[in-house]
């Protein structure tokens, strides 16, 4: 059996749960959640707010002083504690990796507790280094031995090892440098592509929250929640003043992030190949042209500066500015499209497919009339996070 | 238990106990006065500290009667030999704590006070040394305490102690006696160890007062190492 | 002469070596004065450390005063008060060798199981182990090398203590040192203490020994990291 007795899919439901401490301080007032199951749900909130509390109260570590928790419709507090949590995967910050065992006795630690024979354990253990991205050589060294981020990721894959349908994650990306923190929630999000479990992460960074929750709890302090709602809606209507202050400032154009360029008007008018002439490129009637080569954005010229020069001129010859970065159409937001206009020299960004090959650019009044009708209809759609690739913002 | 025999005996008492308070007191001081340097040397010095220990681990082991033995021929069997025993094992003792106290010292504050200006002796004497005192003053109060209860095995090479009581005592099968010296024994090693937290808290008075921390933020401290 | 002049001519003479109250006699009942009390120390001391260590609360505070205070406690008075009441039985040396033994084991387990880092204990709840099950799989191997510790701190008293229990009238080394002592024999005495030494070292070398052997690969490597 991979997990002890936890059948259905971890919905996560809390009523009314307090929990209120014998000095009278009150961690969690009243807490109402729903956790879908297979879903990330992301508490954040500031230093405080309960937030931790309350995801150690759902593995039992914390008991609420009132109010009830379900798993899958059935109270937690019936069941016990051990196998309760054999079934929930728990990731720290510091990793608690054990240090007096290797890294793959490590991983294996919950299937070892649940009867397996060491070596099917140890195998299991290698398949999840490979699932999460750890060299299989590193299975026999011990944790100090690892970086930071190599040790998280082990305490990634040791919550995973009995295959739990719920994880709970206490700020598992606190500890590490922004390079590392990005790598691991690209990691988590992929996992999470496959695999589908319930998620309940805990983090004081709203940029995270937004990045990899399908549902994000904005906690207040002192245990309340001030808002729960997916994190485009978070951007896009924050609930009171409190709420948008957390969220922070210029999230309309972090808004655009979760909004699509599919649906975006390109001019192809300004693009031009190398060995067309300059003549050509007059006759276009743009301020800017975007100079190919084997249909791969090569640069803009600016056809004020070509004027003067003979008309047969190739494009190839001149002068050209560099061209940035530009968006993939489909896979990068609204925002990456944005950003790539405001870093051109042309004020306009190179949109390309997935292979790179340039299907037209973007001018600032396109872009305009894409965000007025992304808030008009709210039928925004979930931008893909490429794990390889330019960033999208 | 004759209480009776207390008073008649009062001057006796009172010298055997100025004897051993002298025979713990003063070894203590001594292992300091040597730990000092040393402990300073050992912590500047990495590479002097793993001989130093070793030594210092094999002395500690040596039991205290053979010690005493062993100084005889040179020192007869006189207070200095039990005097010089007894600083050997305050100094296993006192020199460990030294060089600890010493290292805890966080490297951002001795880097901070180079980067003002401290040359490095005024830096140990006025940084380095007030913040390992608390280190320090343990390993101290250790080795006041066991030499005070130490002392009293002397006795059995005929060094003038509390631990007089004991064996008169059991050739006398009188145990008053014993009781006496058990109780003055223990009372004069709680007494300096008492004397000893004071001193430590009159030299460290930036240190909290662990009963004044909120108890939540200790039992989140104890937790999660961090406040969520 | 010196001590060890003394000490030598003493050990290499052979009439030492043989009949009754020899060196190897003395110096096997010596090895049994010392391993019985510490086994049984060690029975008490390691169980009752490690479960104070894991609940902490109350117990703690009690652990510390034990600690600070067991040290004040001088052998030869516990022994005497012992030998004036009972007489010279097994339980007027047994009894003061293993209740002093007590504290530096327990101390010791308790502090190395309450410096186990608070997130790895909580790491181990959190995955489904049970209290037995932390304790024995992760608090105990992690709090090995205070464990050890402990248990080496009070082997050597209890080696030093049984020479003085001689005293009271116990076989052993110490038998040498206090009957020479008595017939103002430097040799026996000086040979006595040397034997004594050696015997404490080699405890040391073998709890050096037992470390390597016992504590796991990762916390001697990280040790030697720091």
């Excluded at chain 1, 150690?56 to 419709?73: A, H, K, S, Y």
């Excluded at chain 2, 004759?2 to 004897?19: F, G, K």
């Excluded at chain 3, 049984?40 to 510390?64: E, S, W």
């Amino acid at each position: 059996m991979f997990y002890a007795d936890t059948p259905g899919g971890g919905l996560i439901t809390f009523e009314a749960v307090t929990k209120r401490y014998p000095d009278g301080t009150v961690a969690v007032d009243g807490l109402d959640l729903e956790v879908p199951a297979g879903k990330t749900v992301v508490l954040v909130g500031p230093s405080g707010c309960g937030k931790t509390t309350s995801l150690r109260m759902i593995n039992r570590l914390v008991e609420p002083t009132q109010g009830t928790i379900l798993l899958d419709g059935t109270d937690i507090k019936e069941r016990n504690p051990a196998h309760l949590r054999r079934g929930i995967g728990y990731v720290i910050q510091q990793t608690g990796l054990f240090p007096h065992r290797t890294v793959e006795d490590n991983i294996a630690t919950v299937p070892v507790l649940n009867g397996w024979p060491r070596k099917k354990a140890r195998a299991r253990a290698g398949e999840l280094m490979t699932l999460v991205g750890l060299d299989p050589a590193l299975a026999e060294r011990y944790p100090h031995q690892l970086s930071g981020g190599q040790q998280q990721r082990v305490g990634v894959a040791r919550a995973l090892a009995a295959d739990p349908p719920v994880l709970l994650m206490d700020e598992p990306f606190s500890a590490v440098d922004p390079v590392v923190r990005a790598s691991l929630q690209d990691l988590l999000m992929s996992l999470q592509a496959e695999l589908r479990k319930t998620i309940v992460l805990v983090t004081h960074d709203i940029e995270e929250a937004i990045k990899v929750g399908d549902l994000v709890a904005l906690f207040r302090p002192h245990g309340k929640i001030a808002q729960l709602a997916p994190p485009e809606q978070l951007l896009a209507a924050p609930a009171d003043d409190y709420v948008a202050g957390f969220v922070g400032f210029d999230r309309g154009i972090r808004r655009l992030s979760f909004v699509s360029t599919a649906e975006l008007t390109l001019d192809t008018g300004a693009v031009l190949p190398a060995d067309a002439t300059v003549a050509q490129a007059l006759a276009a009637g743009r301020p800017w042209i975007c100079v190919t080569e084997a249909q791969r954005p090569r640069g803009w010229v600016d056809v004020a500066t070509i004027a003067a020069l003979p008309g047969g001129t190739a494009l190839g010859q001149v002068r050209a500015e560099p061209i940035g970065h530009p968006f993939t159409v489909g896979t990068d937001s609204l925002r990456a499209a944005l950003d790539a206009a405001v870093l051109s020299p042309a004020g306009q960004a190179v949109a390309v497919d997935d292979d790179g090959l340039v299907l037209g650019v973007a001018t600032f009044d396109q872009l305009r009339a894409a965000i007025q009708a992304a808030d008009g209809n709210h039928d925004t759609r979930q931008v893909q996070h490429a794990q390889e690739g330019p960033p999208s913002l | 238990m004759m209480w009776s025999w207390i008073p008649s005996n009062w001057s006796l008492i009172w010298q055997l106990t100025w004897e051993n308070t002298k025979l713990g007191v003063l070894p203590a001081l001594y292992g300091l006065v040597i730990s000092l340097p040393l402990g300073v040397l050992a912590a500047r010095w990495r590479w002097v500290y793993p001989p130093v220990l070793t030594v210092v681990n094999i002395l500690y082991a040596v039991p205290s009667l053979a010690l005493f033995i062993a100084l005889i021929p040179a020192f007869g069997l006189t207070d200095t030999t039990v005097i010089i025993a007894l600083t050997v094992f305050s100094l296993c003792v006192i020199l460990p704590n030294v060089v600890a106290g010493l290292r805890a010292v966080p490297a951002a504050v001795t880097q901070a006070a180079t980067a003002m200006g401290y040359g490095p002796l005024r830096r140990l004497a006025t940084v380095e040394l007030p913040l390992a005192v608390p280190v320090i003053l343990a390993g101290l109060r250790i080795g006041v305490v066991a030499s005070i209860s130490l002392a009293s095995v002397g006795q059995l090479i005929g060094v003038s102690s509390l631990g007089y009581l004991f064996i008169d005592g059991l050739q006398r099968s009188f145990p008053t006696e014993i009781y006496v010296g058990l109780f003055l024994v223990i009372v004069l090693a709680l007494v300096c160890d008492l004397i000893l937290v004071a001193v430590k808290r009159a030299l460290t008075p930036w240190a909290p007062r662990p009963e004044r921390q909120p108890r939540r933020q200790q039992r989140r401290q104890q937790l999660t190492g961090a406040a969520s | 002469m010196s001590f060890f002049s003394w000490a030598w001519d003493w050990v290499t003479t052979d009439a030492n070596w043989h009949g009754s109250g020899s060196i190897p006699q003395q110096l096997v009942a010596h090895l049994g004065y010392s391993v019985l009390p510490l086994l049984i120390a060690a029975l008490i001391g390691v169980p009752v450390g490690v479960a104070i260590g894991h609940r902490g609360g109350k117990g703690a505070v009690v652990v510390i005063n034990v600690g600070n205070a067991w040290r004040a406690i001088p052998t030869l008075g516990l022994l005497t008060l012992l030998a004036v009441f009972l007489g010279f039985s097994p339980l007027t040396w047994l009894l003061p060798l293993v209740v002093l033994a007590i504290p530096p084991i327990l101390v010791n387990a308790y502090e190395g199981v309450a410096a186990v880092d608070p997130s790895i204990k909580d790491a181990a709840a959190g995955m489904g182990m049970t209290p037995w099950q932390q304790v024995t799989r992760v608090e105990i191997p992690n709090a090995l090398p205070l464990i050890l510790v402990g248990l080496r701190t009070a082997a050597i008293f209890v080696v030093a203590t049984a020479t003085i229990a001689a005293y009271i009238g116990l076989g052993g080394l110490g038998r040498f040192i206090i009957d020479g002592l008595a017939s103002n024999q430097y040799g026996p005495v000086a040979g006595g203490a040397l034997l004594v030494v050696i015997l404490a070292v080699l405890v040391l070398a073998l709890f050096a020994g037992l470390s390597r052997l016992v504590i796991p690969a990762g916390l001697r490597k990280q040790a030697k990291t720091e």
